[in-house]
């Protein structure tokens, strides 16, 4: 019998509701082998859904969950994968658009989606013989939760891999699933039917509420170019949105706040992925960004391994004018306005700071030397860096943890000091403003636009940081001149805003410029490291998604799975 390789049934996912994965609500008991009486309580499938939740963490690998720090940033040119050459060689073939059908991370992003639609089906079907002690209103929510969570599964299947089998709660386990439908029409679905059927207040941390299904099809809806669909869920998002919580969507007042886990769940935090740390198992910490941190001794954040390190491009990209805008791209890589980097030097080399114009959510997002990481003192330069001329002389910032917090942020029963309970939110408030910007410039409503955009800069320019080696120049656009400009306006502010968390690839395919801003990527960081981007190009027609993977290709046929264009 063919089925899909990552199908869970009701059996096996006993022994996977007690994965947790949460600040609060994911924080379930180690259960033992249950009956289907007890599976069908109320109690046995709020289990079934938390297991659905915690696949949002991925498999406790660092490459497979929803942060899509490797699919999103580091083919989007947010990142180089960092480290060295021959460590995790598997992702040198994504950095430079050779990623081949037998890749082992490829294979272990499309088992943990369908891992989660599993779940989420499995979900789906307990609802059908759920005890009298699940309320109406209980399976209302329940089921509305489950499609919600289905409905992100297949979005990044969607965006990864363009179209995969179709598998709903209904599926007879037999019939072989092809590939040849258009997923779009089964998320918009589901994300509407969470709109329509999730209350606005939840009551606990961490599960879906209203708007964020609300916000997640006007995304769906922007994906697709559906601008009008889109702008009306944003406005009433915008305006009447709430969190989980109650509270209502806004800003926080410092754009670096959002990294951190003390503001988890806050009024920027749409729909967020819940870590925790210190609770005895490391299955509730965030292992996504493991791998991520400077190298290093004990005085050092995580200490390992030197993974995704802040491209050159990127750190360029916040250099301001003297009225504090952006340069164009890709004018901010010229030599007269590139970033001041030590690259190439030793510790002990004289280094001055750049004193150009520059954003300053340059160091909230890139660590770079002679400027304050967090409160671990000075980034020191190629001491916490494992290959400089590999991978650049950058440090990711985003998602550390404060030294203050060793033990709290980070727990420290592993190998690594590198799971942390910092949330990885998959949609914030300032990403909502700038999709609604989008739709907003393509319907050609330029003064609103510029509102929603302004909105993110004033937040940016509210920074606490007083280095007075840097030199912070950043202001609000006064206007736009027109729909071209506008448009150029909101992509750089994507770039900036939400730099590293997953969103670039993604942004970059949807507007239909990958070819264009990708090549001229590789070009520029190849000048500066090699070998990671030697002879790297962006092939239009076959890179905007990713090959299928072969291991599944092998388990249901040639005749079932289609490969995509180009593999």
């Known amino acids: 019998m063919q089925k899909i390789n990552t199908y869970i049934s009701l059996v096996c996912l006993l022994a996977l509701v007690a994965v947790a994965c949460e600040d609060r609500f994911l924080d379930v008991a180690p259960t033992g082998s249950l009956g289907s009486a007890e599976l069908s309580s109320k109690e046995g499938i709020e289990g079934a859904l938390i297991g659905a939740y915690s696949m949002l963490l991925g498999r406790a690998d660092p490459f497979s969950g929803a942060t899509n720090w490797v699919w999103g940033s580091v083919r989007g040119g947010d990142a180089n994968k960092g480290s060295d050459e021959g460590d995790a060689p598997f992702l040198n073939e994504v950095q430079t658009f050779a990623v081949q059908a037998n890749n082992e991370a490829l294979l272990w992003k499309y088992r943990v989606l369908y891992e989660g639609i599993a779940r989420a089906n499995a979900t789906l079907r307990?609802?059908?013989?759920?005890?009298?002690?699940?309320?109406?209103?209980?399976?209302?929510?329940?089921?509305?939760?489950?499609?919600?969570?289905?409905?992100?599964?297949?979005?990044?299947?969607?965006?990864?891999?363009?179209?995969?089998?179709?598998?709903?709660?209904?599926?007879?386990?037999?019939?072989?699933?092809?590939?040849?439908?258009?997923?779009?029409?089964?998320?918009?679905?589901?994300?509407?039917?969470?709109?329509?059927?999730?209350?606005?207040?939840?009551?606990?941390?961490?599960?879906?509420?209203?708007?964020?299904?609300?916000?997640?099809?006007?995304?769906?809806?922007?994906?697709?170019?559906?601008?009008?669909?889109?702008?009306?869920?944003?406005?009433?998002?915008?305006?009447?949105?709430?969190?989980?919580?109650?509270?209502?969507?806004?800003?926080?007042?410092?754009?670096?706040?959002?990294?951190?886990?003390?503001?988890?769940?806050?009024?920027?935090?749409?729909?967020?992925?819940?870590?925790?740390?210190?609770?005895?198992?490391?299955?509730n910490a965030n292992p996504a960004m493991i791998l991520n941190f400077p190298m290093g001794g004990q005085d050092v954040p995580g200490g390992c391994c030197g993974f995704f390190a802040p491209s050159l491009d990127l750190a360029n990209s916040f250099r301001t004018n003297a009225a504090g805008l952006p340069l164009p791209d890709p004018t901010y890589n010229e030599a007269a306005h590139a970033l001041q980097m030590d690259l190439g030097l030793t510790p002990t080399d004289t280094f001055t700071l750049d004193a150009g114009n520059i954003d300053p959510r340059l160091d909230h997002s890139v660590g770079r030397r002679g400027i304050p990481y967090l409160d671990w003192g000075?980034?020191?330069?190629?001491?916490?860096?494992?290959?400089?001329?590999?991978?650049?002389?950058?440090?990711?910032?985003?998602?550390?943890?404060?030294?203050?917090?060793?033990?709290?942020?980070?727990?420290?029963?592993?190998?690594?000091?590198?799971y942390t309970s910092v949330n990885y939110t998959l949609i914030r408030f300032a990403d909502v403003l700038l999709m609604a910007a989008e739709a907003e410039i393509e319907l050609n409503n330029l003064e609103t636009a510029r509102d929603y955009i302004n909105r993110v800069r004033s937040r940016a320019m509210n920074s606490p940081l007083a280095e007075a080696e840097a030199?912070?120049?950043?202001?609000?656009?006064?206007?736009?001149?027109?729909?071209?400009?506008?448009?150029?306006?909101?992509?750089?502010?994507?770039?900036?805003?939400?730099?590293?968390?997953?969103?670039?690839?993604?942004?970059?395919?949807?507007?239909?410029?990958?070819?264009?801003?990708?090549?001229?990527?590789?070009?520029?960081?190849?000048?500066?490291?090699?070998?990671?981007?030697?002879?790297?190009?962006?092939?239009?027609?076959?890179?905007?998604?990713?090959?299928?993977?072969?291991?599944?290709?092998?388990?249901?046929?040639?005749?079932?799975?289609?490969?995509?264009?180009?593999?």
Do not use: C
């Open 378 to 418: 000075l980034h020191p330069g190629a001491t916490w860096v494992r290959d400089p001329l590999y991978s650049g002389p950058y440090s990711p910032k985003k998602f550390s943890y404060f030294k203050e917090g060793i033990g709290i942020e980070s727990d420290v029963s592993g190998w690594t000091r590198g």
């Open 471 to 567: 030199n912070y120049v950043i202001s609000i656009y006064p206007s736009f001149a027109d729909q071209s400009e506008a448009r150029s306006a909101v992509r750089m502010e994507r770039k900036l805003e939400l730099s590293g968390e997953g969103h670039r690839f993604y942004d970059l395919v949807r507007w239909g410029i990958a070819k264009e801003v990708l090549d001229a990527y590789l070009r520029h960081e190849n000048q500066f490291l090699i070998p990671p981007f030697a002879g790297a190009s962006f092939t239009a027609g076959k890179n905007e998604y990713l090959p299928i993977p072969q291991a599944e290709i092998d388990l249901q046929g040639v005749d079932v799975l289609r490969q995509n264009p180009g593999y």
């Open 126 to 283: 307990l609802l059908l013989v759920a005890q009298q002690n699940v309320s109406e209103a209980d399976k209302i929510r329940i089921e509305a939760e489950a499609r919600f969570l289905r409905g992100h599964y297949y979005f990044d299947l969607k965006k990864n891999f363009n179209n995969t089998p179709y598998v709903d709660e209904q599926w007879d386990e037999v019939t072989p699933i092809k590939n040849d439908q258009d997923l779009w029409p089964f998320i918009e679905a589901d994300f509407q039917f969470a709109f329509d059927h999730l209350p606005e207040i939840q009551a606990a941390i961490g599960r879906a509420n209203k708007w964020a299904a609300g916000i997640y099809l006007a995304k769906t809806y922007l994906y697709q170019n559906k601008f009008s669909a889109a702008k009306t869920l944003f406005d009433q998002a915008i305006t009447k949105g709430v969190t989980a919580s109650g509270t209502p969507y806004g800003l926080l007042p410092h754009y670096a706040n959002n990294f951190r886990s003390t503001y988890d769940n806050s009024a920027e935090s749409v729909f967020a992925v819940q870590a925790a740390a210190g609770t005895g198992s490391l299955s």
